[in-house]
Structure formats: structure tokens, C-alpha cells
């Protein structure tokens, strides 16, 4: 059994918090980069220049690579051989989220009630989802997500005689709604299985891999190339002006579901991907 305080939990998640809303990963910013040089329009190029030089900024200078520094999410795989103690969990976690969006001067985006809707001015709190696996290790992802892109997300609750091609139809169409406004050069993240919050969840979490790595399941890995090949010669590109880089990458979790479903969730997410991944 090993032991870890929640003292390190807060003060690992607010680095993350600052990090993550600094610097993008370096799968984003080398799509970026790659679809800067690829890229066949020459206004979507010149968009794609100008995320480059923002990023530059935003390191040099030290602040957000975007305004809306997001409604933080936090997904904690806990070994089930780790005691944590100190306070809760989830009051650590979100101690974390507070200190970060205070020490960054992150812009805090977060409401208490979603109809009164006064805001924390802390942006907490966050959203948690945790897991317990194997081992003695807390693996901590944290990936602020904007609300841009999030407000273009969608859940279909698909018949199983739609198969496959209900499934393209759902994401490809998602992003199609989404047009300019999730702020393109997107990442798509996909659930498919289980049931309604599964899916979306599965999304979500789909959206804090590395594009540059496909799925293991060998249809799913497929689906994913062909997918972005499609989305890709949607007539939106970067900043919606058009362009061949719609999309910088799209990721494909599955999970088994009911006989009599098909579950499929789209969370778009803009080319600010951000997500950080520490291991205590």
C-alpha cells in the first residue's frame, strides 16, 4: 500500500491548470504546424500562421493561449493499492483548480447554479471523473475544456440497424453544425457503446489522447483515418473560411453496449486542445 497526501494532488493540479492553459501539447501544436505547411488555401494558412504565432506569444509571454480558459475537467486513475490521505479528494482536487486559476490569472468561467448564474470566481468547481485500476501509481489528467466548442457537442441515441454508417453520418454531421463556430482547426473526440452518459464520457476522455495515435482495434483505426479524410474536405478549415485542415485529428473510444442500442456522442473540442497528464 502506498500513501499519497492530498498536499501533492493540489499542488500537482494547479501546475497542470497553468500549464495546460500555456502551452498545447506537443501533438497539437505539431498538427498545427504541420497543417501550417500543408494547408492548400492561402487565408487558411495564414489563419494557421497566426494560431502558431499566438502560441508563441503565449509562451513568451506567459499568458493564455485563449481567453476562455475553460471549465476544468479532471479524470484521476487511482491505483487501488494507493491510500490517499488529507482532506477529500474532491476537495483537493478542485483546492488544486482554485489555486492554479489564481496564480495564472486564468479567467475564471465558472457559474454555481446553472440558471441564477453567479459566478464562483474561482472556477471551481471542476468536473471529476475517477477510476480505480491497478498498481500504486495516481495517474491525474487534467484538460480544461471551452465552452465554444463545447455547446456545438451531441449525443445520438442510434438504432443498431443504423451500424456504421449512422455512426459516420452522426460525427460528420456534428461537425457540420459546428461550421466556424468551435473555432476550427477542431479535435473530434467520439464514445461509441454503452449507454447515454458512457458515451459521453468516453468522448470526452477521447479528446485527451494523442491524435497522433490511432486506435488499437483495427476497424475503429480505420474508421478514424477515413473520418478525418471526410471531415476534411468539408468546405470549413481553419477559422470556418475554408481549407483543407477542418480538423486536426479525431479520436474513437468504444466500450460494449445493449442489444437494442447504439449510443454515440461527438465532443468537439477547437484547436486549443489542451490536456496534461502527470503520474504520482
Known amino acids: ?159 443498431p440497424a443504423d451500424g456504421i454508417e449512422g455512426v459516420k453520418d452522426a460525427i460528420i454531421n456534428t461537425v457540420k453544425e459546428a461550421g466556424p463556430n468551435a473555432c476550427p482547426p477542431m479535435v473530434v473526440g467520439v464514445g461509441i457503446g454503452g449507454d447515454f452518459e458512457k458515451c459521453a464520457m468516453m468522448a470526452k476522455e477521447a479528446l485527451t489522447r494523442d491524435i497522433s495515435q490511432y486506435s488499437e482495434i483495427p476497424y475503429v483505426r480505420e474508421l478514424e483515418i477515413e473520418i478525418l479524410e471526410k471531415i476534411n474536405s468539408l468546405p470549413i478549415g481553419p477559422g470556418g473560411f475554408g481549407g483543407t485542415t477542418t480538423a486536426l485529428g479525431i479520436n474513437i473510444n468504444t466500450y460494449p453496449t445493449h442489444i437494442a442500442g447504439l449510443p454515440v456522442a461527438v465532443n468537439i473540442c477547437c484547436h486549443v486542445a489542451r490536456h496534461i497528464k502527470r503520474i504520482l
Open 1 to 159: 500500500m502506498r500513501t499519497i497526501h492530498t498536499d501533492e494532488i493540489i499542488k500537482e493540479i494547479s501546475a497542470m491548470c497553468i500549464e495546460s492553459n500555456l502551452y498545447l501539447s506537443k501533438d497539437i501544436s505539431g498538427a498545427i504546424h504541420e497543417g501550417a505547411q500543408t494547408e492548400t488555401s492561402q487565408l487558411g494558412k495564414k489563419i494557421l500562421e497566426q494560431l502558431e504565432e499566438n502560441m508563441r506569444i503565449a509562451s513568451e509571454e506567459q499568458i493564455p493561449i485563449c481567453q476562455d480558459t475553460g471549465m476544468t475537467i479532471v479524470f484521476l486513475k487511482i491505483g487501488q493499492d494507493v491510500h490517499i490521505e488529507g482532506m477529500p479528494v474532491a476537495e483537493a482536487v478542485n483546492e488544486g483548480i482554485r489555486q492554479g486559476y489564481e496564480k495564472g490569472y486564468l479567467r475564471k468561467s465558472v457559474v454555481r447554479d446553472p440558471l441564477l448564474r453567479e459566478n464562483t470566481k474561482d472556477n471551481t468547481p471542476g468536473i471529476i471523473h475517477y477510476e480505480i485500476v491497478p498498481g500504486d501509481r495516481l495517474e491525474i489528467t487534467v484538460a480544461p475544456k471551452g465552452f465554444g466548442s463545447e455547446n456545438m457537442s451531441r449525443i445520438y441515441m442510434l438504432k
